[in-house]
């Protein structure tokens, strides 16, 4: 990405947000776009037409058309693993072909979804069931990409599950799993085992754990185990049915595959209806996506606005800030979408990135985080981008005055970042409190907000399997878009490489098989404190 157009603007970054609104009484609609329902606003930035022209620029330079073209015809272009990237083809619910190596994928995608939802309507529905009964409990088995879509969608839908609880365990931290079988009853349990290589430690773990549970406890694992994997052989290796396997192809990312297979829990909290329409919002964006023109595209606007406060003005992480209580995993759930796709340092051609790669994503929903991290983004020294969101109406119409005080909130705080405080208005506050001199001085500078910090807000009808799929697709052609415009690989992930292969050598010197000769002093000392320190 050649930068030096924007680098130009760069000093722009520091001029006034209120003031462009004062020249433009339609900045609000020149800089935002909308798919028809759902609306993204970017005018609280320092976005201007030159500036926004530049950054299209960008794309035509980086050929975005051709690259996302590829991607959704099946195109390898997850060049270091030789990979067609292609969830895209999970939610093309309507069939169209789409080829990889010259076969068409679709009738296999179809067939798999057609299985998923017989099985989730038979789970719902009490025709499948285990050694108890039917099913009062699922429990998914899973990590990453295995997990936090399926998490962040149950509770998204919550309002929509009417099916069997659900549970997730991802941590190998056995906390996490006996807090979550305590509960449950081994003979109306199913456990989904989420893996998509079927060799991740932590999930292994946990699901040989789960097996010991249910066995002990009067359950059939043959009937009450389900597996979702890319590893047909490794699953019917552990035991599970056939009948019970549902796969992917690797051309799905793990965090990009909460539409196929790895959604089984979720279909079964919500039913196959509810899930068709998450799939249907996706389709929807990716509709979007492929048609807009770049300044009316909504992935691509969110990815520019990114590229213009991450690459062009260098701020180093970006709030993502749902103001939906249903949305409180969204940001988890962004973390790896984002930063282990975009957090790389090497180009696609294996040379060093010269600029800086995606930014730390984090967040919580509102107004919770309002009491708790905004005084920094507020008054921190450092600018930090906000994405809020928030919905039109909520789910709860008892509670109308519930949700108008969340979107007064929401709508609050992104002012309040625009708007700021100056020092005249903090004095005034003062003098009208009766201080006086120095001490009025020294008070009112502590109720300075500096202002002119940058926001973005994603507004939405209502939080509907629907507006999900189309939220959650959004964010994915961000990804994307930002990886084009960096010239990285957005769908690899080899810097989570290390830290396992060093995990499997450290097992057996923390079980004191081996010793910490090969380790560094502090690893030696750390293991030396745990042995020194246990009872087991
Ligand atoms: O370690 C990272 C990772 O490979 C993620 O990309 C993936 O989502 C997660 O581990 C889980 O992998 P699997 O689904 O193969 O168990």
Sequence with gaps: MNLDTL????????????????????????????????????????????????LIRLCDEAGLADRRDAMFAGAKINETEERSVLHTALRNLDGGPVDVDGLDVMPGVLDTLQRMRVFAEEVRGGAVSGAGGSFTDVVNIGIGGSDLGPVMATHALAPYHDGPRLH???????????????????????????????TTIETMTNARTARAWMV???????????????????????????????????????????????????????GSTAFDAFLRGGQAMDVHFCAADWSENM????ALTGVWHR????????????????????????????????????????????????????????????????????????????????????????????????????????EALMRGRSLDEARQRMADKGLTGEECERQARHRVFAGNRPSTTLMYPKLTPFVLGQ????????????????GINSFDQWGVELGKELATSLGPIVDGAEGTETKDGSTAALVAYAMLHRET
Excluded at 16 to 38: C, H, K, P, W
Excluded at 168 to 193: C, E, F, K, M, W
Excluded at 471 to 486: C, M
Aim: proline share 5%; with cysteine.
């Design 7 to 54: 680098k130009a603007f760069a000093s722009d970054g520091g001029r006034s947000i209120l003031d462009l609104f004062e020249q433009d009484v339609d900045r609000a609609q020149v800089f935002s776009t909308s798919t028809g329902d759902m609306l993204f606003d970017y005018s609280k930035t320092q976005i201007d037409a030159d500036i926004r022209a530049a």
């Design 168 to 198: 997730y365990v991802s941590n190998v931290d056995g906390a996490h799993i006996a807090d979550v079988l305590r509960q449950l009853d081994p003979t109306r349990t199913l456990v989904i085992v989420a893996s998509k290589t079927f």
């Design 216 to 270: 002990d406890g009067g359950g059939e694992p043959a009937r009450q185990f389900a597996a979702v994997s890319s590893a047909l052989d490794k699953t019917q290796a552990f035991g599970i049915p056939e009948q019970r396997v549902f796969g992917f192809a690797d051309w799905v990312g793990g965090r990009y595959s909460v539409w196929g297979p790895v959604g089984l829990p979720v279909m079964i909290a919500v």
């Design 299 to 302: 992935p691509v606007m969110l």
């Design 311 to 414: 690459q062009v003005l260098g701020y180093a992480s970006r709030a993502v800030l749902p103001y939906d209580q249903r949305l409180l995993r969204l940001p988890a759930y962004f973390q790896q979408l984002e930063m282990e796709s975009n957090g790389k340092s090497v180009a696609m051609d294996g040379s060093a990135l010269t600029i800086p790669s995606g930014p730390v994503v984090w967040g919580e929903p509102g107004t919770n985080g309002q009491h708790a991290f905004y005084q920094l983004i507020h008054q921190g020294t450092d600018v930090i981008p906000c994405e809020f969101m928030v919905a039109a109406e909520g789910h709860e119409p008892e509670l109308t005055h519930h949700h108008r005080l969340l979107l007064a909130n929401c709508l609050a705080q992104s």
């Design 471 to 486: 939220i959650i697709a959004l964010y994915e052609h961000r990804v994307f878009v930002e990886g084009v415009l960096l």
